[in-house]
């Protein structure tokens, strides 16, 4: 326990009382104790690189190629991904993928290349290895995207994992995105960036870097083309970041530079090359599709404020009724369990609560709990007493059920990275489906509490299954809210098989779409935070996690009724839509901040039920292809320098465009254009790409804009879906995807593809289908027909 600890444990102290802050001290103490007598010191250690090369061996999809003190394997997969590994890591076991690694793509051979190296030829990439072990990743024009120099390990001469750098080199001109959710983002500029999950601390604002989804996932974006890079491997580490200089020095280029450093694990990665829908649909290959939410978890979510109770309950739901604001969901935050029992409802203060989620549900609202991984330390309830039979629990080296410090009290967590403590907690949610609940939310489970300060509450040294492989928790750490919302997923879908789970998690690694979304619970109070949210959801959208929103209004204090109301109108535009009220001194329903914000969050409130066809819609297309909803402005033209560097609008699917409000005061803002024709959905008045523009930004609203020839599904006044068509500019044609959806269960939606054009001096709408063109069975309402072009 270091110094900054103490501190922390005085002010927990000082706020929690006396006998809480005792405990966090006492935990504490116990894990770096733990970890001095479960992780021996590394002493010595000897550094090592690949050496010079000596042979190689073809093989499918590749090969391997040997050098004095390595040997690296290539492989190309059958959908185009490329993977190399060093020291004889291959792709499997990973937790990242969705089963199995791909077949090999058997027209790919290993064949040699200039200056005695070898060279893996693919359709989309190419491969080359240096004789020294250098790897570049080249366009099929032989265009260099990405230079991995030789790796450097170093090894304990006592025995014990090696760490290692990997040393990257990129186009002057390139631009980093993803590592998970960064509040640093959306674009990752020079800085360190760890990868290690922390829980709640000091909220982050934009340029901080909260951390809570990270994972080792980049998305390369320059002149040259677009690459992922993931390496794999869940140990902690950093990555440090450097954007390139064009004509630096003498008119040379500096090229962008990445420098991952890791505490242990396996040196191995894959990379995807193409355009960014093509990336990251080779990516959902690998890691898997994202999960399809239910529909009703595309509307208007509310978390209760505190831990909320029953009249608290009915106020919300009929404050938002009396006042004409649609609402979706309630979620229940974790106090509303008995303090010892993780899975029973406090029936103090909620006697009924199942009778109370029939109701509710009926009006249209569904229950979702908030579920912390820590069971309390409370011999003769049922949860504690069967983990202790089942061994389902975390222990350390020496054989001994690890314990923590949680909101109860002394805690114990389960080990998620075992099937079998997953099979275990997944059934134990039978009992949140019984009380009326319609889902779960997953909160610290890094694993941490508020009482750890961010950090894990499981010491390092802590054993771990690891699906059989053994490990400790220096290797389980960024994977256990994975394997907890897979636990949580699985477990769900097995009690009720005919819907759809809803699991929405803290933290997470790669992979984390197959079973649900993420929150991000650490954006700040305070304009610099509304500017971060966006970021985190973008970074996570990029990293193949689409479904993604913050808490609107932040964490950590009050916001302003503009701030409030500036986020609420962002919100409405992204994947998860969730406000926190905040505890009862500080409520945040859209009532409390005055009539005028109440009128304009009904506003924005209206405005996505009206949209939620369309957010349906790009939930299945982000299913099928992994394209998030939510795209920054180079989306479709990565080549696009202004676009590359802007972090202040976004894409939503293709067919809108949103620019949020960050500045408080504004009344207008700038807004970048791609190229095409775009319409302000208010003014209907035309604007054309690329180009930067200057328009209103009301109070009442902030600017969004329709792609010309557009159609976007959207809900009629009488509920039902219809179809809005943006006229196209004369002489073009557009179109659009729709996808209805029957409900929330698993039967297959029909892609709906839809044609608009100018026919004479109309506007005519047709569907396309395998028996050719008809008109659509939906009505149609044609915006944009007066062409009123603003000048530039």
Not at 45 to 65: D, Y
Not at 303 to 310: I, N, R, V
Request: aromatic share 8%; net charge neutral; charged share 25%.
């Amino acid at each position: 326990m270091d110094g900054r600890d103490l501190v922390r444990s005085m002010k927990t102290v000082g706020s929690a009382g006396l006998s809480q802050g005792l405990r966090t001290v006492r935990a504490a103490w116990r894990r770096r104790r733990a970890d001095a007598a479960g992780l021996p010191p590394r002493g010595a250690e000897r550094a090592r690189a690949p050496g010079p090369m000596r042979e190689v061996e073809p093989g499918p999809g590749g090969g391997v190629v040997r050098f004095g003190r390595s040997e690296l394997r290539v492989l190309v997969a059958v959908n185009g991904a490329v993977f190399w590994g060093w020291d004889g890591a291959g792709p499997e076991p990973s937790y990242a993928l969705a089963g199995r690694c791909p077949e090999p793509d058997s027209r790919a051979v290993l064949e040699p290349d200039k200056d005695g190296g070898w060279r893996v030829v693919a359709e989309r990439a190419t491969v080359a290895v240096s004789r020294h072990g250098a790897v570049e990743v080249r366009t099929p024009g032989g265009v260099v995207l990405r230079r991995e120099l030789p790796p450097r390990w170093w090894e304990p001469v006592d025995g014990g994992p090696a760490r290692w750098t990997q040393r990257s080199e990129v186009a002057a001109d390139a631009r980093f995105f993803g590592l998970g959710g960064r509040s640093a983002g959306p674009r990752l500029r020079e800085g360190t960036y760890r990868l290690w999950n922390t829980g709640p601390q000091p909220p982050c604002g934009a340029g901080e870097d909260a951390r809570s989804v990270t994972m080792p996932v980049q998305m390369v974006v320059a002149d040259t083309g677009t690459h992922l890079v993931f390496h794999d491997n869940a140990w902690d580490g950093t990555v440090a970041l450097r954007e390139g200089v064009e004509g630096a020095g003498s008119g040379h280029d500096r090229p962008g530079r990445s420098v991952l450093r890791m505490a242990g694990g396996p040196l191995r990665c894959w990379v995807v090359v193409g355009t960014p829908a093509r990336v990251l649909l080779a990516w959902a290959s690998l890691t898997g599709a994202p999960v399809l939410p239910p529909a009703w978890a595309l509307g208007y979510q509310h978390a209760l404020g505190g831990s909320g109770d029953e009249p608290d309950m009915r106020r919300v739901v009929a404050g938002h009724r009396e006042r004409g604001l649609p609402l979706d969901a309630v979620h229940v935050g974790m106090g509303h369990a008995d303090a010892q029992q993780v899975f029973t409802v406090d029936g103090d203060r909620f006697p009924k609560l199942h009778v109370l989620a029939e109701e509710l549900r009926g009006e249209g609202v569904r229950l979702v709990s908030a579920v912390e991984p820590a069971v309390p330390v409370a011999p003769g309830t049922a949860v504690y007493d069967n983990g202790v039979r089942g061994d389902v629990f975390v222990r350390d080296a020496a054989g001994a059920v690890v314990r923590g410090v949680g909101r109860p009290g002394n805690v114990v967590f389960p080990d998620f990275t075992h099937a079998g403590a997953r099979e275990w907690w997944g059934g134990l949610y039978e009992e949140r489906l019984g009380q009326g609940f319609a889902g779960v939310w997953h909160d610290l489970d890094e694993p941490t509490s508020f009482a750890a300060f961010g950090e894990s509450t499981l010491p390092r040294s802590a054993r771990h299954s690891l699906e059989g492989r053994g490990g400790d928790h220096r290797e389980a750490h960024n994977v256990y809210a994975l394997c907890m919302a897979r636990a949580g997923y699985e477990g769900l879908r097995a009690l009720a098989p005919g819907g759809r789970p809803f699991v929405l998690s803290r933290s997470g690694w790669a992979g984390m779409q197959r079973y649900g979304g993420v929150w991000s619970g650490d954006a700040a109070t305070g304009w610099p935070g509304l500017r971060a949210s966006l970021a985190l959801v973008m970074g996570l959208g990029l990293c193949g996690v689409p479904y993604a929103g913050p808490d609107v209004g932040g964490s950590g204090g009050r916001p302003s009724p503009e701030l409030y109301l500036r986020w609420l109108q962002l919100a409405a535009y992204l994947p998860l839509f969730r406000a926190h009220a905040g505890p009862r001194a500080e409520r945040r329903e859209p009532w409390e901040f005055g009539p005028e914000v109440l009128e304009y969050a009904r506003v924005a409130l209206v405005e996505r039920r009206r949209l939620l066809p369309y957010f349906v819609t790009l939930a299945h297309l982000a299913r099928r292809t992994g394209a998030p909803y939510v795209r920054p402005l180079w989306w479709s033209a990565p080549e696009d320098r202004a676009s590359r560097d802007c972090e202040d609008a976004f894409l939503l699917g293709d067919c809108l465009l949103v620019a949020p409000v960050f500045c408080a005061g504004a009344d207008r803002r700038a807004v970048r254009l791609p190229r095409g024709r775009w319409y302000d959905v208010v003014t209907e008045r035309a604007y054309e790409g690329p180009a930067q523009v200057v328009v209103d930004a009301p109070l009442a609203r902030i600017p969004v804009f329709a792609r010309a020839g557009a159609v976007v599904p959207v809900r009629g006044e009488d509920g039902a879906p219809e179809l809005e068509v943006w006229a196209p500019a004369r002489g073009r044609t557009g179109g659009g995807l729709v996808v209805p959806d029957a409900g929330d269960g698993w039967a297959e939606a029909e892609i709906e593809r839809y044609v608009s054009r100018w026919e004479g001096r109309r506007v005519v709408v047709e569907r396309e289908g395998e028996d050719g063109v008809s008109e659509p069975s939906r009505p149609v309402r044609v915006r944009g027909l007066a062409e009123r072009s603003a000048q530039m």
